[in-house]
């Protein structure tokens, strides 16, 4: 009846939500164990043990690699507009775009989001400068006749040469 005066005991919880907590907090404890068991650095040889040369060859394998390719895009770019399937202007646009793109592939410069006075402001290589100057810049952004593009790819070359 409500209103009496007679007091009832609590609820009285299963044991298998203590079993449930333990296996939760056992699940948890296995994960960040294991997290830092295969996070964690491979035993082998220490920083002092390794051999310098290593490394460097293999850096050296990759930008080698990484020129090779950047000059066989402009190649592709170069044949696409010769056998008139780009334009002189998207041949040039896609110049800059494949230049600034090795650019920040081989030395992390953010080259394809900047623009030309900042890449100046940042000091690159005057070879990009030159081919974003007299080359890209005026044939996409200028009204008139874009300029040759094979003179572009020339640029864009010498920029994948000679980049450091």
């Known amino acids: 009846m409500p209103g009496s005066d007679e007091l009832y005991p609590p609820f009285q919880y299963s044991g298998w939500w203590l ?4 296996g939760l907090l056992f699940a948890l404890v296995a994960g960040a164990w294991l997290l830092v068991l295969l996070t964690r650095p491979r035993r082998g040889k220490t920083s002092f043990e390794t051999d310098q040369a ?3 060859v293999l850096t050296m394998d990759v930008l080698s690699q990484l020129r ?3 000059l066989e895009r402009i190649q592709l770019i170069e044949t696409d507009y010769r056998e008139r399937r780009l334009s ?6 896609e110049l800059s ?14 080259a394809p989001v900047l ?5 100046v402001a940042r000091g690159v290589h005057p070879a990009l400068i030159d081919a974003m100057g007299r080359h890209y810049y005026p044939s996409i952004f200028r009204p008139g006749p874009p300029i040759d593009p094979a003179a572009g790819a020339e640029a864009a ?3 994948v040469r000679t980049w450091h």
Do not use: K, M, W
């Open 88 to 93: 002189a202007r998207n041949a040039n646009l």
């Open 68 to 70: 090779v390719e950047y």
């Open 157 to 159: 070359r010498t920029v």
């Open 97 to 110: 775009r494949v230049v600034r793109t090795f650019v920040n592939e081989y030395s992390g410069i953010e």
């Open 54 to 56: 290593g490394p460097q």
């Open 115 to 119: 623009a030309l006075d900042d890449l």
């Open 19 to 22: 079993l449930l907590a333990f």
